[in-house]
């Protein structure tokens, strides 16, 4: 299957291999059209970025007027220029750009990025201009990034390629960043620079008309030297590239996201400055975590956590051993770690004995193990030792005040040595002040130890937190979606044609009914009948007592105007009820449909909702008051595996109430987890289908059935 | 009523005023006994810390064998000093502190710092000791700070008190700390010196045998020159005590607190190194929410809030303006704004004309205000002025990152100078490079003018969500508890008197509703009967249909054993019930409780729970799944007021159940409201009520009835 889906990424992320981008992340030699002897124009900046930063490769400053641009022998055109090009900046007017994006083909330039604004982000004036542009890059095959945009950085030492105009020069690491926003990215970019962690690579789009975010989180992905993949959006172009690209690479390397607009407000901001990608919606939290995406609603605790996988291993469980030579901290650390789902074992007689002989009188023996503040380098090192031998314990969090009294160096080369065994992941909240010259050598120490430091215990241990979670998403397996052989593909195809034959908005009761039958999902027993002593037929064939709701093309909320009556036991009910009906809606197509009243069970709601570009959210919950007052429900992205919607069950607040509660019995919920899969399967097979609602579903012991349903194409 | 708590807190934190402390934090000449020549000893480096921070006061080492040390003139014994001593340090073993405080006491020495460990901490031989030396203290009405502890800090330049041996020194500022742990009050105020804010005053008081927590906040709710109080702890010795100091200090300056132990695990750690004091309970919780103390559960975000409180006016409501030269971080900025309470207007006309004139053709004029990167020091000082005028606006946020092309010391000047007014609070979000000294001068502007800086958009909005948070505690006001007039105090007392005598851990049933009758909280109608006929004859006098329940002391889970039989209808069911019940229960006192059956009602839970040395929590909830699946439940620290009550009916998850949902009625909410004001009433007279449970109420549309009950003394 991962084989399947790398091909067909391959088509998806612009149909051409990874390799593609290497002329924008590894050029050899790169023009700079619109170069500017201008002091802190985007021209000069980025001329003066790419020599600071000490790029290996050629520099052509491209000026129709300037012989020389910053020192830098200059050319009036891209043709003048003497040798290859890989990747051309472009910082001139909108409307120069198709043009020059023309020239560039003809001269077999491979990567542009364009710096300069006034496209698609302008209206449409703008956009036309794009549309050219774009339509030149195709011609030639030139591939662009932006526009609108900042550009790229490859810190490696055989490139250093800073084609950006911020002002933070990272040093070499392997966190590779992309970033919707330049201002997000440039900041997150600063972040690792003041952890000092180093960087591999950065990417800022803008109007990203070519080059998507999903392309670079897959180049990122192949990237050898990429340890761990930075994201921040406010959306996605095309979901569900990025989640076939995201769901490959997040099992090979953790892709740390924030997605912001989380928020009524928030997404209002977002679209004044991205415009059509906003919108609150909770597709993109599902498309994190459908693809194992590490979630952040925090920049800075995901800079943070980046900084614990650039060096440390994936733990291999959530046990989780403390070494604390002070008191306060452990406790903070216990309760941020324990609230990330990690446990702290009690050690084993084995690992007691030896600390008791290894450890100051004053030590606390347990787990966290309390060094006290006198504790030197051999406490440290025993209580590590001790731990990295320990087979319930699966990483390793230490709290390290720097106590005046002690030799803090001896206790950071002892860490360091265990760290660099690399057997479990190691997390340090280092507790000192960096002003004073001593600790400064101890701190680095650590940091060339690749010991991840902090200042905070809840920051250190919610790094930890991030390392755990990367764990469970390596090791969760949500399985294919299953395909139930035995539904009527042919049959519901039939069905949907007529109904958009007859332009309807909504399917009609039998339509609708006779559509789920096709795909196995169970439906009370229902009849249509023209009059009354017809329903009182089907009432008796399909056995009393029965529900009967008017029905008709203009009757979507019938209940709302009695046109639903419940629980009638006897044909005289029934004949009451249809003379009433008939009075009450004066419509020329109603009819009546009939089906079995079946109270008792439990009232569940599922629900689909068709999404642009990605395909349809699948809902779950229970009915009644709980989806009205407490809005229990549960979402996921189709097509939804036996996994997920079992993980759909199970994660609701009142999940409880599904094994019953106060002496009521549980519901089959084997019955419903295959009306999720079928569900599913039947909006995959037909996306024109925009919206549906199993509301109630009935469920029982033995069975669940729905009672109530509505389509929407 | 504030004129009398603080007598009341006079009488309470220590029975002595206020300046007590201050030979404690304003100290004019110190002793050090145990002073010692040996670096990195605590008695050297104690002494080495009040030299170097520049300690304005005397400094008497006191050493037995040396002539001087680091040094300083030494004396045998304190009997030798020639000055006055107002503060001594003991850093002596144990078994001799007992003496040294005796002699302190006979010296004239106000208050004592004991950082000694080997008292409390260490078991019954060591609580020996301090009650010792804690006897010889009282006896002169000499203060002791610890024992077990790291000492205070007053930066105040007049006295530069540095009476600590940890390692960071902090320039003067507003901001105090307390807390329980050294190791947490340690990196606390690092954190503040890594801010560069400065500090006030520091305590850790370890074992805390004398001088409280309490005490110490009351001190710096005194102290003028403290803007904010930090606190740090995990459990009260003295609750009430605390809660007492609390509430009128937080109304006149912000406490900062973080309580760690919250989860088991946590209080666990907590156990192992404070002893007594932990537990997982909510009661702190409780506490700072009752007293208006904002709570934390992450020091790095209380730290980064302090430092808006040190400079920041707060604001008067919720609304904020957004002014950014990045779209991005305001987009993060809106979420997090947005996740604490605040809303972001709509700006007037008025000051969209005034923007339209002065912003750049690119900038976004709306809230936020986009002055776009190239905006510089006049575009924000023209947002800034608008938003300043605004009088829909509270406070003000700003995304400044420092775009290399423009005069960024401009923009920093134009933020200060409007800071300097003084107006609206302002948090800023500075994203730079701090490695280029062309940055450094323009953070240095910002730091010098008060403003204060974030490196991320949600920690300046964290930040600038406290200070909203703090405007809410100071307009807050939860009343006094109402004293109902019409309830029977004796009555109760006697019923209680008689339950005592009589052994009992829970009341009778008739005893518990007779009680619950004296304070009018209503019941629904009931009857004690011996037998099947004189129950007939109760049911008949209450109406049918009845509960009857079987009643016996040794009954307290009679409904699990078949002793409750609902809704009986008529004579006949009564007896079949009543003979069962006299097979089942072969108890001597068995009699039967006949009440009125309430069925359809809204089944609602209250409670009622003592804690040691605090008071009672009341609870209260939605009865059935929501407590048992959901945990709907609320809780608040007796005396619970009007205002309190509303809100637990209120901050309940399913609270609008209890307006109707789905066409039921709503509840007779004020009835509900006064039965919790009740019980309230009733523990408050009466202490020794361990344990009630009110379960449940049955509440309808006009009432609200208790049918059933359980007292525990």
Known sequence: MEAILKNEIKKNVSGKSVHELDSLFKPKAIAIIGASSKELSIGNVILKNLVHYGYTGKIYPINPKEPEVRGIKAYPTIFDVPGDIDLAHVIIPGKFVPQIIEDCGKRGIKSVIINSAGFSEMGEEGMALQTAFLTNAKKYGVRIFGPNCQGIINADPQYKAYCDFTFTFPKPGSISIVALSGGVGAFIMQSLFDLEIGMRMYASNGNACDVSISEVVNYYGEDEGTKAVILYTEGFHNPKEFMDVAQIVSKKKPILAMKAGRTEEGAKAAASHTGSLAGVDIATELI?????????????????????????????????????????????????????????????????????????????????????????????????????????????????????????????????????????????????????????????????????????????????????????????????????????????????EQAKNENREFLSSAATYQLLSHYNIPVADWRIAADANSAIQAAEEIGFPVVIKADAESLVHKSDMGGVAVNLKNADEIHATVERMKKSFDSKDLKFFVQKFLPGGRELIAGVSAKKDLGHLIMFGIGGIYVEVLKDVVFKISPVTEVEAKEMLSSIKTSKLLDGVRGEKGIHKHSVIEIIQRLSQLVTDFPEIQEMDLNPIMAFENKALVVDARIRI
């Open 288 to 496: 994190f975590e459908k693809t194992g995406i590490l979630t952040f609603n925090n920049e800075e605790e995901m800079c943070q956590a980046a900084m614990a996988f650039s060096t440390q291993p994936i733990p291999k469980g959530n046990r989780v051993g403390i070494i604390t030579n002070t008191g306060g901290p452990a406790v903070i650390a216990t309760d941020e770690l324990v609230s990330a789902g990690l446990q702290l074992p009690a050690l084993s007689e084995k690992a007691k004995n030896i600390l008791k002989e290894t450890m100051l009188p004053e030590a606390t023996i347990g787990n966290p193990i309390d060094v006290v503040a006198t504790g030197g380098g051999k406490h440290f090192r025993s209580a590590l030792d001790v731990l990295m031998d320990e087979e319930t314990i699966d990483s390793v969090y230490i709290n390290f005040v720097t106590a005046p009294f002690t030799d803090t160096d001896d206790v950071a080369r002892n860490i360091v040595e265990v760290n660099k065994q690399n057997r479990k992941p190691i997390v340090c909240n280092f507790m000192t002040n960096m002003s004073l010259e001593r600790f400064q050598v101890t701190a680095k120490i650590l940091k060339d130890g690749g010991v991840p430091c902090y200042s905070f215990p809840t920051t250190a241990a919610k790094a930890l937190g991030a390392l755990y979670q990367y764990h469970q998403v390596q090791s969760r397996n949500i399985g294919e979606a299953k395909n139930f052989s035995d539904t009527n593909k042919a049959g519901a195809e039939k069905i949907l």
